[in-house]
Nanobody, 126 residues
Framework: QVHLVESGGDSVQAGGSLRLVCTVSGDTDGNYCLAWFRQAPGKEREGVAAFYMGSDDLAFYTNSVKGRFTIGQGGKNEVYLEMNNLQPEDTAIYYC???????????????????WGQGTQVSVSS
């Protein structure tokens, strides 16, 4: 069983930065895929960034965050999402998700993931 706990959400002004952390426990040996999703009020859950544990140099991003967000492994049991130049449209609840393996084209699809954290709120004011 994999358990995920997010932290780091906060309220910031546009142009600010935040670092979200997902603490991972349980058996994630092998080619586990870790991802960050977000869901704004009234909108569907959106894949933000994903990577395969142990492979920081192979990451996937949705177009709206490329060049601003970075996903990586902070330690053996931590995955972070570094967010810079935050904008009001980034306001959402951010979720960490994990799956034993996700085929490339599906890494930013919520349906590919079976383990989820409880979420952390990010609010960006203009």
């Amino acid at each position: 069983q994999v358990h995920l706990v997010e932290s780091g959400g906060d309220s910031v002004q546009a142009g600010g930065s935040l670092r979200l952390v997902c603490t991972v426990s349980g058996d994630t040996d092998g080619n586990y895929c870790l991802a960050w999703f977000r869901q704004a009020p009234g909108k569907e859950r959106e894949g933000v960034a994903a990577f395969y544990m142990g492979s920081d140099d192979l990451a996937f991003y949705t177009n709206s965050v490329k060049g601003r967000f970075t996903i990586g492994q902070g330690g053996k049991n931590e995955v972070y999402l570094e967010m810079n130049n935050l904008q009001p449209e980034d306001t959402a609840i951010y979720y960490c998700a994990a799956a034993p393996y996700v085929d490339g084209p599906a890494v930013l699809m919520a349906s590919a993931y079976g383990h989820w954290g409880q979420g952390t709120q990010v609010s960006v004011s203009s």
